[in-house]
């Protein structure tokens, strides 16, 4: 699992809170397209998902959530619609919080939501100063090659000048004799 599937997760943990997590299942599809030999491997994923103390789904399971395969199957299907038939409803973080007069922004939902943001400014920010600072050198070193470019371009037209002034003197003698 990935970064944006881990913040994923916070974000649902931030609007379920801690208390309705044990209504959370977590169902993994494709076990019936699963070859036999790659089974082992992918059950061993999947108890890393539930079990690595503190990460991915493991605190969902340690709240009371479930795990349940669906194997494209009438029977897992039914399995898994029975398990949330079984769930009492109880009310969401947010719901709660937002029922006792909080706005959106100051539920823990809102707050996760603002640190990402911020975060996110906060490395676009910087991506900006970087390119502004690149784009500074750019120019600069434009500008030197420029300057380079004009003062050979100035030195030549110098010579060329030089080469008329030196021509109109030479016409004005064999005019003047």
């Known amino acids: 699992m990935g970064g944006v599937s881990l913040r994923n997760l916070r974000m649902f943990r931030k609007l379920c809170g801690e208390d309705a997590l044990e209504n ?9 397209d699963v070859p036999e030999e790659d089974r082992e491997t992918m059950e061993k994923r999947e108890n890393e998902l539930m079990k690595t103390p503190g990460k991915f789904f ?23 619609v029975e398990t949330f038939l079984k ?14 007069g909080k706005t959106l922004e100051e539920t823990a939902a809102g707050s996760e939501l603002a640190a990402e943001l ?4 906060d490395k676009h920010s910087k991506e ?26 100035r030195s030549k037209m ?3 000048i030089a080469k008329w002034e ?5 016409g004005r003698r064999h005019h003047c004799s």
Do not use: C, Y
């Not at 959370?24 to 019936?32: K, L």
């Not at 340690?62 to 039914?78: C, I, W, Y």
């Open 166 to 170: 030196e021509q109109k003197k030479v």
């Open 24 to 32: 959370v299942v977590v169902v993994t599809t494709w076990w019936d």
């Open 128 to 153: 900006m100063k970087n390119l502004k600072e690149e784009m500074t050198v750019a120019i600069a070193e434009k500008d030197e090659a420029l300057k380079k470019e004009m003062e050979a371009e």
């Open 87 to 100: 769930n009492h409803p109880i009310a969401l973080q947010i719901q709660i919080e937002m029922s006792n």
């Open 58 to 80: 493991q605190p969902l399971i340690a709240a009371g959530g479930q795990f349940l395969r669906h194997d494209n199957t009438e029977g897992s299907a039914r399995r898994i």
């Open 118 to 121: 911020k975060k996110l400014v």
């Open 158 to 160: 110098q010579k060329e």
